[in-house]
């Protein structure tokens, strides 16, 4: 067979013709479409990993749109912003919002039902007697009593007296001893809680409130209490170290705790100095840890750690007090 004539043109139907809807170089072959979705078409790229995108999955950016992995990448990676103390920046003081929501609830519930107060005030030792009054505690008495508050397995006593307030007729304040105590945590609690993060604070306020129960057991086991007081005064200490960390203006944060320190004083006569005292020593301590460890990414488990620590000698403290009164 002879050669074909370099003349001759080529065929319409050839393989090697560009015009061929075959042909891997036809526009009709160059649809793309979306990574996530693949049976979407799709003609942008995510400017970050450059795959295409549809609309489902574009997320605006500063620059044209990253797809959804791309973005929370991003956001892992950004670095969270933190208060000086290592607590998480917030906008609203929410803990503060829910205690004072709480206390106020229980107030509610005890005017209700008073004997919510008798069966949930701090108290850590007492008898309860077959003709249900109350009565001093001795660690020997007759079959027909049995033991209340914390000596009778009541530890909850030491956190739910924290909640509860005199009722409106009631001892020296009556209805006055909830409104300045709601008052002091909403003034207080604001500052703090900014400052500690919401996590922070809340260990802050229910290490203060259970440090305040447990020197009340350990000096005055026989006596009631009732009040928020012992959390408000640890607030008051966390803002005094605070402030010294931060290097504030520290006249009127001295005037402050000097005020604190004097309505400790007065109040001695009329309200429970052991629970103020022990919520300031608590709330003192558990500040100090918050401002002092050494910064780092170890920073929030050494202070979780000193949080723990107090906790556990407050319970061991607790342990001790109850063994001794039982004998």
């Known amino acids: 067979m002879e050669p074909k004539s370099p003349e001759s043109p080529e065929t319409p139907d050839s393989p090697e013709s560009p015009e061929s809807p075959d042909s891997p170089e036809s526009p009709d072959s160059a649809v793309t479409t979306c990574y996530r979705h693949p049976k979407v078409e799709s003609h942008v790229r995510c400017t970050r990993c450059d795959r295409y995108i549809c609309p ?5 950016a500063s620059v044209g749109h990253q797809c959804v992995e791309c973005v929370k990448e ?12 290592g607590g998480r920046i917030t906008t609203a003081p929410l803990v503060t919002y829910v205690l004072i ?15 919510i107060v008798d ?20 660690d020997t008495y007759p079959s027909s009593f049995h033991a209340e508050g914390v000596v009778g397995g009541e530890w909850e006593r030491l956190l739910t007296g924290a909640f509860l307030h005199l009722p409106p007729t009631e001892g020296t304040f009556g209805i006055l001893h909830i409104v300045m105590n709601m008052v002091s945590l909403w003034n207080l609690g604001r500052v703090v809680e900014a400052q500690l993060g919401r996590v922070r ?31 408000i005064f640890g607030l008051g200490a966390a803002y005094y170290v ?44 558990v500040t100090l840890a918050y401002a002092y460890v050494p ?15 107090l906790l556990a000698l407050l319970v061991v403290l607790t342990v001790g007090k109850v063994s001794g009164l039982t004998g």
Request: some cysteine; overall charge positive; hydrophobic content about 50%.
């Open 56 to 60: 489902d999955c574009m997320r605006e």
């Open 74 to 85: 991003g956001a892992r990676s950004v670095r969270q912003a933190r208060t000086a103390f």
């Open 101 to 115: 929501g709480l206390n106020v609830l229980a107030y509610l519930g005890e005017v209700l039902r008073p004997a």
């Open 119 to 138: 069966r949930f005030q701090m108290l850590g030792a007492g008898l309860a007697g077959p003709d249900g009054g109350h009565y001093l505690w001795q």
């Open 201 to 231: 604070f809340l260990a802050l306020y229910l290490l203060s409130a259970l440090g305040g129960s447990v020197l009340v057991l350990l000096i005055a086991p026989e006596t009631p209490t009732v009040g928020a007081s012992g959390a």
């Open 242 to 285: 605070m402030a010294r960390r931060l290097g504030a203006d520290m006249r009127a944060v001295n005037r402050f705790i000097a005020g604190l320190l004097l309505w400790l004083l007065i109040s001695a006569g009329l309200t429970s100095w052991q629970g103020h005292l022990g919520g300031l020593l608590a709330g003192g301590v």
């Open 295 to 309: 910064r780092g990414p170890r920073r929030g488990l050494l202070q979780a750690a000193a949080c723990v620590g």
